[in-house]
């Protein structure tokens, strides 16, 4: 049986490694493992990587900027961007040398094919117009003065090699300032503002100084080669001379006396450019490619022994350099030949000291503080301390002991390590081990076996335990918080507390494929392909994977003392608080915020799943450490979990048009513009492709806009006026950037967009519904005009009637009783004969009045007259006073209009004189410019309501006859009564139908001299 387990796992073994040979990267070839603490990234040409790139530099605002052959470049860690330069000037035809960041944070780039030097200032290029440039700028560096120096690499020693730039001109400074034969290169300043650079000639190196204030270059005695110098972030010098690499002058600025050398070894550099925040060396290898030396500038006593190299087999663009640099997130940036490539610290770093043949496997136990881990070179405790060996014998497994130390499973034996002692008990007999096991509160050492049985160990021996348990559907045994022993069976729990055993069925929750049973706290977490289990005593809580799809398929769970809890998948690793995963398994609807690492961070492949036991722990320091199918990494929370602020959030570039307005913050765009597209970006360079947008549009976009990870943002059919646009940015989807960047945005009119335009459409309108509504109303006063001169031709017609034949036969009657009555004799009968006469002519003459009142026109005033007689006639007998008011210009009134108005009058008073009861009552006439009014108040009992309401009283037709002649003229009649308060009868005519002559305003005086017609 041990050979056949033997050779299975030899013939696992080789497949693995068959496997790793494939895919481990060219990177394991290096010769120094120095640069495993850094993530390599590049972007080559054919990833739209500008050709030619020379130099590269970060401004202030966080961009950072790329000199190529073709031109000037920003890289906001995803895209390149070249930016436009003046038309006709010599930058166009020029390739981008050197950069320099000024302290007032502008940029400065100098130009070959005598392109000279040019400035970034408001979103533009602005040639620095120089009186003579030179074929080729070489260098550009700023002195503490602000002055700007510019060398050039011309063979004329007389002119053209230094420029410097002061009070806004050039000045050619060779001869002026003292300076030898021989062509330059450099500079650099360092921290008390001496300028340094090299002169050569005929391969004989000087370097050269000039101090603040000063107007003549010193030479220096230290021999340098033809390569500049470099000023680290303290402000000291160094160079490269025939010692090797040396620090010649310190912060101080004044030359060391005895300067410090970095010897000469293999991968040494042979040109250095930067210095990390941590010390190291970073520069050009020799022969090729990128040289690293960690805690360089401590001294160099030892460093060349952890120094290491970087070259195209090791994944580098080229090795043909022409820059490197550092910004200010400690990223190192390397132009190539080929490509842009970065260096970033990784957040997961290889432990270099834990070796072995890693495609067999490795094993890891935590007990408290210590950390175990085991390979096929021996047992190697990770923690507390620096990692250290503590065993060259192997083990098939191992598990953390009761206390200190920990259980090994070996081919001879059991071994128990603890306080460096070694206890030793042999293996169970006839039987074959897995790897898992465990110890118990009780002090029993449990193992599997290959059968999927349990045994255990004490004082008196091996042991089997006295009824058969559920087979482990897994090879992990764990410990619980108090002490006792947990693993799965199928879709169950078991649990052997002391001699008990207690089963948690597990398949009513749908687990699925169980693939790790882990314990933190008081809790034990079971993993399976439907999602995360929490076991807490009885109770089981449940995140399902739809919810959060990285709990499910677990390959390890930890949670550790700062109050993390780990969860590690296959090719990533979540970071959640132990707080907010508790919070989410009590609460369905509760957020869990996580950081992501993935192999973007240096984490490594896991190994298989045929190695179980635990594949991270945490270490007394506080580092995590995990097992991959490569060796063994630790990743340090406190320095990825750090609370890092929000990226900046620029606007790059707004588009309208065919227009391209670059770096804005207000645009006014050409009236007509109706669509635009923005460009944004935030300048993260560490992890760029995690950022995350939102946006809005502040009077188009109700809401932000999640935008992904989608840098552009396009609108249309957008009218004139004022818009603000607004975007954040997040790395982690959690802490967004405030306030953001803005842009305010300004869309001229048109002149039929304009507000005069608008102003002119509506007045043009109001004077077609003012038009419309006038001719409304003459078509409604022409009706009414009409119907008037209808029944005033029936009144002239019944007037003409009533004189021709009613009248006349009267008149007719009243002669021939006249001739009866003069032939009687007896006065009693003449008398009454001659009364019946005189009633009879009093008769006629009332019936010419009414005919008269038919044919004629009434004049201006005589409705006001008519109804005063008609008041004081009804009020000769005694009765209230009735009085008669009279308001605006009088106008004559249709005929109509007057007869039924008056007719209206008469009832109103009559109802008052009889049922009101009031002191006083008064009648108002108003002529108004609109409407003609009348009005009839009472201060009587008023009419009850239910009459109001009926209309009039039953069988009584006062009330409807005065509506009715109302509604005959075109007019209104409202009554209004209260109860005790009185009774109001208004009436209301349209001037155009109560007045007999008519008024025409502007309009109709427009309409008359357009028709030729007169205005009355």
Known sequence: MRALIAACRGLLAATLAAAAMHSVPAAAQRTSDVFDQFRHDRWMIYDGAPTGMQMVRQTGDGWIWIAASEGLFRFDGVSFERIQVPQGSPLERASAGPLLVTRAGELWVGYNQSGGVAVYRGGQLRPVPMPKPPLSVTALTQTPDGAVWAFSAVFNYDYGRIYRFADGHWEDVDRRFGLGDGYVSGGCVTADGTLWFTRWNQDRGVLVHLRPGGRRFQDSAYPVSRSGCFADPQGRLWVTGRDGFVMLAGADGKELARPIPFPKARGAPSWTEAMDSAGGLWGWAAPSGVFYSPGAAAGPQGVPDRSGRFSVTDGLSSDILYDL??????????????GLDRFRRASAVPESFVQGKFSDGLGLSQNGPELYADTTQGMFQLSPGAPRKLLEQTSIGHCPGRGTGIWMIQETGIVRLRDGRQTRFPLPSGEDLTSACAEDRLGRFWVGTVDGALKWHDAGGWHVPARPLPKPNWWDLVPTASGDIAYTSGTDLVRIVGDKLLVTPLGQYKPGLITNLSTGGGDIFVSGSNGLFRIRGNRIARIDWRRFPWVARLRDLLQTPAGDTWLMRAFFTSRVSTADLNRAFDDPSAPLDRVVLDLRDGLRPPQSNDFSGRQMGVGADGRVWQLNRYGVSFIDPARILREAPPPPVMIRALTAAGAIHRDPATLILPAGSHAFDIAYTALSYTYPERLRFRYRLEGVDEDWIDAGSRRLASYANLGPGRYRFHVIASDNQHNWSSPGALLDVEIRPTFLQSWPFKLLCAVLLIGLLWLAYSLRLRAVANRIHQRMADRMAERERIARELHDTLLQGIQGLMLRFQSVTDRISDPLTRQTLDDALDSADAVVVEGRER??????????????????????????????????????????????????????????????????????????????????????????????????????????????????????????????????????????????????????????????????????
Request: glycine content about 14%; aromatic content about 4%; some cysteine.
């Open 851 to 1016: 005919v008269r009142d038919l044919r004629c026109v009434p004049a201006a005033g005589e409705l006001a007259h008519k109804i005063d007689a008609f008041a004081h006639a009804m009020t000769e007998g005694g009765g209230p006073p009735i009085r008669l008011s009279v308001s605006g210009a009088q106008r004559p009134l249709h005929a109509l209009v007057t007869t039924e108005a008056l007719r209206i009058a008469e009832e109103a008073l009559r109802n008052a004189l009889r049922h009101a009861a009031s002191e006083a009552i008064s009648v108002d006439l108003d002529y108004g410019r609109g409407q003609f009014g009348m009005r009839v108040r009472d201060a009587g009992v008023g009419i009850p309501e239910e009459i109001l309401a009926a209309g009039g009283r039953l069988e009584h037709y006062g009330l409807v006859g005065m509506r009715e002649r109302a509604g005959r003229i075109g007019g209104r009649l409202a009554i209004v009564s209260r109860s005790g308060e009185g009774t109001e009868v208004m009436l209301s005519v349209p001037a155009r139908a109560a007045y007999a002559e008519r008024r025409r305003g502007f309009l109709g005086w427009l309409r008359a001299i357009a028709g030729g017609g007169q205005a009355r």
């Open 325 to 338: 640099f550092i910004d200010r997130d400690g990223n190192v940036w390397v132009t190539t030949e080929l």
